[in-house]
């Protein structure tokens, strides 16, 4: 070792391989880099989950106000656990992050849907846990195949994960499909976890029934943040080495509180006018299909499987950023779903002449 070893005992945590697998920000990322430089054009992000950039997404004066109010106050300097200010730290990715921690055991699986949240795939690795996927029902508005996840599951078998408004396939559950959910759970013995960021961002025929209503017949861990429904993702949940971070976790209380009715009304009309403004677009495109319209969340996964001259999904994505400067999500990179892909309708609604 004094003369100079060529051995190095200093190694990568290989935990970290298994979770090395391309992210949906990498994916935009390697789109966003396929612009043309000389197109002064803007950019037209079908493919991001965040609205906030469009001013008929802005959210409530009441959050601006409560953050401004808990940044100017010292009463939430030095944030303690027991101090009664709600942490905002990451979100609702740390809150999966402390679900799977929680459940992991040598040689545990989990049943993750397909398509599905793509945070999921790689934490689950990081923890070692199995994954089993159970595609769902295309004919039945993405509904759970619970069939497959009867015969997915075995003794090592620990939870199940629905995404519930439904990101990327923009469904709403019935109670009754919810019902029959719960009901399979309990008959495996294993734990539902629901995520329900998009909760109460529906605008279809289908009613939000949160999972916890059926806390009586399987153990139910639900999932939520006030990113998406608020309209502030990424607002209260960036990493801050400067206690910033802290001072505004001591607005959500007041968030909660005091945000109008107004506001979510005004929000879940402005969703639904996009999703019929964006079928409206795309109804007389032969070549472009979706399984069902679109009742909750912010996205809807079409089929790209009958264009012509068209190698996969990917180089689909790849085409109309080039040419005309728009962002679509690649749907076998991101969800597993190959032909497929995810776009978002929640932009500005411009008046068509």
């Known amino acids: 070792m004094g003369n100079g070893s060529q051995r ?12 090395s697998a391309i992210s949906l920000r ?9 612009l043309s430089t000389d197109d002064p054009r803007p950019i037209i992000p079908l493919g991001s989950g965040d609205p906030s950039q469009f001013s008929c997404f802005r959210t409530s004066t009441t959050v601006e106000e409560a953050i401004v109010e808990a940044l100017r106050l010292t009463k939430h300097n030095g944030y303690a656990p027991d101090a009664g200010v709600p942490s905002a730290r990451s979100g609702c990715v740390r809150a999966i992050e402390v679900a799977l921690a929680a459940i992991t055991n040598p040689g545990a699986n989990i049943l993750l849907p397909r398509p599905g949240f793509t945070f999921y795939e790689s934490r689950v690795a990081y923890e070692n846990l199995q994954v089993r996927h159970f595609d769902l029902l295309l004919d039945k508005g993405w509904e759970v195949n619970v069939d497959a996840v009867e015969a997915l599951a075995d003794e090592n078998t620990v939870a199940m994960v629905i995404i519930n408004p439904a990101n990327p396939c923009g469904s709403v559950y019935s ?41 009586s017949i399987a153990p139910v861990l639900s999932l939520g943040s006030i990113s998406k429904r608020w309209v502030v993702p990424g607002w209260l949940a960036t990493t801050d080495p400067n206690g910033i971070l802290e001072k505004t976790g001591g607005a959500v209380p007041q968030i909660l509180e005091n945000t109008k009715d107004e506001f979510f009304s ?10 019929e403004k964006f079928l409206d677009g795309i109804k007389d495109v032969p070549c472009l299909t979706f399984p069902s319209k679109p009742e909750g969340s912010m996205f809807v996964m079409l089929n790209v499987s009958l264009l012509e001259d068209i190698g996969d999904d990917l180089e689909f994505c790849m085409k ?32 068509v002449e």
């Open 8 to 19: 190095w005992r200093l190694q990568g945590n290989k935990r970290l391989n298994s979770t």
């Open 26 to 34: 990498e994916i935009i990322h390697r789109l966003i880099g396929n």
């Open 175 to 215: 109670y009754d499909h919810m019902k029959l959910v719960a009901e399979t759970a309990r008959k495996l013995g294993i734990l539902v976890i629901a995520d329900e960021v998009y909760s109460h961002l529906t605008f279809g025929s289908t009613p939000f029934v949160p999972m916890g209503v059926f806390g």
């Open 266 to 275: 005004k929000l879940i009309g402005t969703l639904k006018e996009a999703a």
């Open 320 to 351: 109309p950023a080039k040419e005309e400067k728009v962002i679509i999500v690649p749907a076998e990179m991101a969800f597993g779903m190959k032909n497929w892909v995810r776009m978002t309708f929640a932009c500005e609604i411009l008046a």
